[in-house]
């Protein structure tokens, strides 16, 4: 993991040190270790910076983005679906106060808000969220072999075929192996 760039070096590896161990049990399938892990994370960060109406202001944005964000990686696999969609949309808020709209961190949180509308059954919703991703990444100038927007595309085949609406998924995938292949 990374270490956060707006925390003093002494808090760095403390911070770090509350990254590492969930990422082991996240990828080991052991879920609830992992959340009590990202949760005592974010509650570190809360407690060296103050209150969180002063959080975005104090601390790295993307950092604490990238700590919820992961604890929705840990939230779906235990069906907790509504959590997961609480947490993505406070990293949302945070990722657009930092870096506004056109921001890779602001279209990666998105790609994570369509991975729990999805998980929800909200393919509507999550079409629409994932197709915004595709638009940050065009916009920025992301190539279409980027790994950022194969994924936003490969995610948005996904959702439409999951939505029931197969031809459309299946179409968005040949185009992107026609892509990929030029």
Do not use: C
């Not at 770090?16 to 609830?32: L, N, W």
């Not at 104090?58 to 919820?68: E, I, K, P, V, W």
């Amino acid at each position: 993991a990374r270490p956060p760039t707006g925390l003093p070096n002494r808090h760095r590896r403390s911070a770090v040190a509350s990254i590492d161990p969930p990422t082991v049990a996240q990828y080991t399938g052991k879920f609830a270790e992992a959340e009590q892990f990202y949760r005592k994370a974010i509650d570190l960060i809360r407690q060296l910076y103050g209150n969180p109406a002063d959080e975005d202001e104090l601390l790295d944005g993307d950092y604490q983005s990238l700590l919820r964000y992961m604890a929705v990686g840990v939230l779906l696999p235990q069906g907790r679906t509504l959590e997961a969609e609480v947490l993505v949309r406070q990293a949302l808020l945070s990722a657009l106060k930092q870096r506004g709209r056109y921001a890779p961190q602001t279209a990666w949180v998105l790609n994570g808000f369509a991975t729990v509308l999805a998980a929800q059954g909200r393919f509507d919703e999550a079409e629409r969220i994932v197709r915004a991703t595709i638009d940050i990444y065009q916009r920025l100038g992301q190539g279409r072999d980027s790994d950022s927007l194969v994924w936003a595309e490969a995610k948005l085949g996904a959702v439409l075929t999951n939505a029931g609406r197969g031809r459309e998924g299946l179409a968005v995938f040949e185009e992107l192996d026609h892509a990929l292949k030029s």
